[in-house]
């Protein structure tokens, strides 16, 4: 990450960009947490759960919000379908200083929320997107997000693995490719370089072993890892084929987890969470039980300076 940054600071300042540097305490930039479920979110359409019953006890689809506190201008992570109360909890002056939307793939929880910037809804002016060449081409060439293309209501930033789309002089967003069930497009993840701290978002992959990377490894060189949780454990779902909807189990992350030290498993933060997960539950056994091996579970509302 140090290598990274000194690349980063050699870059900009030959191009006479300046370099603001900020304590950890008083860092201007936050990751803040709009959501934490699945895409079917919770309630969840067609289930007869106690959780999904109770409507107070509604959760949003998993989507992260990158702000400058000073300036109010803004970058989320996906769009889901729960966008629109998503940007309204967040206030006025963050919703109208949204400068783009970084999209990780073409499952519904990860970009439908888009159909608020058509026409029928925001009828927003060229909102910029980044997207992978597949997950670019899925757009441009599918309606009804075409539409948003030819209106010009987005305007769509090819993305490479890989490589650095500089925010401003202090933050620096890579996309990270991982597998996950590709029908329509390729799946990323992200690192976010703040100016002191560093977030590593994977909402969603197959399993960890099918990465070319070790996840340990990366956890070790950020501070924040918000990572697939969707389903605890096999038997919440013991009645879905689950080769169709591969995920790393929590327990079995734990399992690969535990062996790292106290203070790299408190970086982790478990989000995206199926309807059906117990750590959804602060009373459940599951939850107290993560929460006593140091790992956390990410909130709406959750706020992590960079």
């Known amino acids: 990450m140090t290598d990274l940054k000194n690349i980063i600071f050699l870059t900009l300042l030959i191009f006479s960009i300046p370099l603001i540097a900020y304590n950890q305490d008083n860092s201007i930039y936050s990751l803040k947490v709009l959501g ?7 309630p969840h359409l067609g289930s007869d759960r106690i959780c999904c019953e109770d409507y107070e006890q509604k959760r ?32 006025k002056g ?27 809804a925001l009828n927003s002016k060229l909102m910029n997107v980044y997207a992978m060449p597949r997950m670019k081409k899925f757009l441009e060439q599918n309606g009804p997000w075409s539409q ?43 690192k976010i370089y703040g100016p002191n701290k560093t977030a590593l978002f994977i909402p969603d992959i197959d399993k960890w072993y099918l990465w070319e990377k070790s996840i340990a490894d990366e956890i070790e060189k950020v501070d924040y890892a918000l990572i697939d949780a969707t389903f605890y454990d096999s038997k919440e779902v013991n009645y879905r084929d ?10 079995e992350s734990m399992e ?17 969470l199926n309807h059906t997960n117990p750590l959804l539950d602060k009373e459940s056994d599951q939850y107290k039980f993560v929460k006593e091996k140091g790992y956390n579970v990410a909130e709406e509302g959750l706020n992590l300076k960079l």
């Not at 934490?36 to 919770?42: A, I, K, S």
């Not at 919000?65 to 998503?86: K, M, V």
């Not at 109208?96 to 888009?114: E, M, P, S």
Request: charged fraction near 20%; charge should be negative.
């Open 36 to 42: 934490v479920v699945q895409d079917g979110g919770l």
């Open 256 to 272: 690969l987890f535990d062996l790292m030290k106290y203070e790299e498993r408190n970086k982790i933060f478990f989000i995206h």
């Open 60 to 91: 949003y689809v998993t989507s992260i919000i990158l702000i400058n506190n000073e300036t109010n201008e803004s970058y989320l992570f996906d769009a889901s379908p729960d966008i629109n109360e998503q940007l309204n909890f967040m206030g």
């Open 242 to 251: 689950l080769s169709e909807i591969p995920h790393p189990f929590v327990v």
């Open 94 to 120: 963050i919703k109208k200083n949204l400068k783009g939307i970084f999209l990780t793939h073409a499952h519904i929880g990860h970009y439908t929320g888009l159909m608020y910037f058509g026409r029928e």
């Open 148 to 190: 948003l293309v030819s209106l010009e209501n987005i305007s769509i930033t090819e993305l490479n693995n890989k490589s650095n789309i500089i925010i401003d002089s202090n933050v620096v967003v890579q996309p990270i490719e991982v597998p996950h069930r590709a029908e329509f497009s390729e799946t990323v993840g992200y």
